[in-house]
């Protein structure tokens, strides 16, 4: 599975953006997703996580500023950053996995994606 990160952008504090997450040639519909994101000089973290079921669990850090979501046809995922703030300031990353666990639960960690996109990054200014 070949995924694809999109939507960075360079923005002000308290901007919003959208990133997507799709699939080459394929949906969504059998995977859990997430996103993670690694800033300069720091180990990559967890952001958000949508099981296969469509429930979603976030970071302490972003919860309540960014969404999670699935399109109905299932080709993308999407993640609503709204409120941006400095420290979100990284290359985000989308993962998906088959991991049985991801049905009804959203994934947290990294080791449970099987398959990575490439990163989009994401610059908060003044």
């Known amino acids: 599975v070949q995924l694809q990160a999109s939507g960075g952008g360079q923005v002000q504090a308290g901007d919003s953006l959208r990133l997507s997450c799709t699939a080459s040639?394929?949906?969504?519909?059998?995977?859990?997703m997430g996103w993670f994101r690694q800033a300069p000089g720091k180990e990559r973290e967890f952001v958000s996580a949508?099981?296969?079921?469509?429930?979603?669990y976030y970071a302490d850090s972003v919860r309540g500023r960014f969404t999670v979501s699935r399109d109905n046809a299932k080709t993308t995922v999407y993640l609503q950053m709204n409120s941006l703030k400095h420290d979100d300031a990284a290359v985000y990353y989308c993962?998906?996995?088959?991991?049985?666990?991801?049905?009804?639960?959203?994934?947290?960690?990294?080791?449970?994606?099987?398959?990575w996109g490439q990163g989009t990054q994401v610059t908060v200014s003044s």
């Open positions: 993962a998906a996995t088959t991991d049985a666990a991801a049905i009804d639960l959203p994934l947290r960690r990294a080791g449970s994606y099987d398959y």
């Open positions: 040639g394929r949906t969504l519909s059998g995977y859990g």
């Open positions: 949508l099981s296969r079921r469509d429930y979603a």
